[in-house]
């Protein structure tokens, strides 16, 4: 069975880093390219990065792009994603999902498979 998930959250003050870990069974990295999302309380769900399996080229939102880093260890069979210079507006659940289907450009998959997400509050 393909299974996810992700880790690290927590609480930070504005301005600090957080590492997110997303670690999967079932499957290698090989094959599956591998998305963040998060959503915050009351707005709807907001992808924000990805990672295609081969070689690894990671996607970020404009959101984001300037603040967190993706990146895979496939040794480890995980995907981080290091955030960097959190702000408020950040707190969400972070989820972790694969895909079959691989980035087109800037526009990450959907996600076919996902695991329980990881929380992440940002106090101001």
């Known amino acids: 069975d393909v299974q996810l998930q992700a880790s690290g959250g927590g609480l930070v003050q504005a301005g600090g880093s957080l590492r997110l870990s997303c670690a999967a069974s079932?499957?290698?990295?090989?094959?599956?390219?591998i998305g963040w999302f998060r959503q915050a309380p009351g707005k709807e769900r907001e992808g924000i990065s990805c990672?295609?399996?081969?070689?690894?080229?990671?996607v970020s939102a404009d959101s984001v792009r300037d603040r967190f880093i993706t990146s895979s260890d496939k040794a480890k069979n995980i995907v981080y994603l290091q955030m960097n210079s959190l702000q408020p507006d950040d707190t969400a659940v972070y989820y972790c999902?694969?895909?079959?289907?691989?980035?087109?450009?800037?526009?990450?998959?959907?996600?076919?498979?996902w695991g329980q997400g990881t929380e992440v509050t940002v106090s101001s």
């Open positions: 999902a694969a895909d079959t289907r691989e980035p087109i450009g800037s526009s990450c998959p959907k996600g076919d498979y």
């Open positions: 079932g499957f290698t990295f090989d094959s599956y390219a």
């Open positions: 990672i295609s399996s081969s070689p690894g080229s990671a």
